[in-house]
């Protein structure tokens, strides 16, 4: 994971949480996964459209 080991990973959460709060995470936690979700899509789309261009190039 982006060449972190446990302990790292472990500093950043603490670090985290007395930064936003234990109550204030999930929101975070649920607003990454959406914009990293969104993200997925987007390059997933772009793909298809590069696919395309391509099929209809060759055509």
């Known amino acids: 994971m982006f060449g972190l080991g446990w302990p790292e990973v472990a500093i ?18 649920g607003t990454l996964g959406k914009t990293l979700r969104g993200f997925k899509e987007g390059l997933s789309k772009s793909e298809e459209d590069q696919e395309t261009q391509d099929e209809e190039y060759r055509g």
């Open 12 to 29: 950043i959460v603490i670090v985290a949480i007395v930064i936003f709060g234990p109550k204030k995470i999930p929101e975070l936690g």
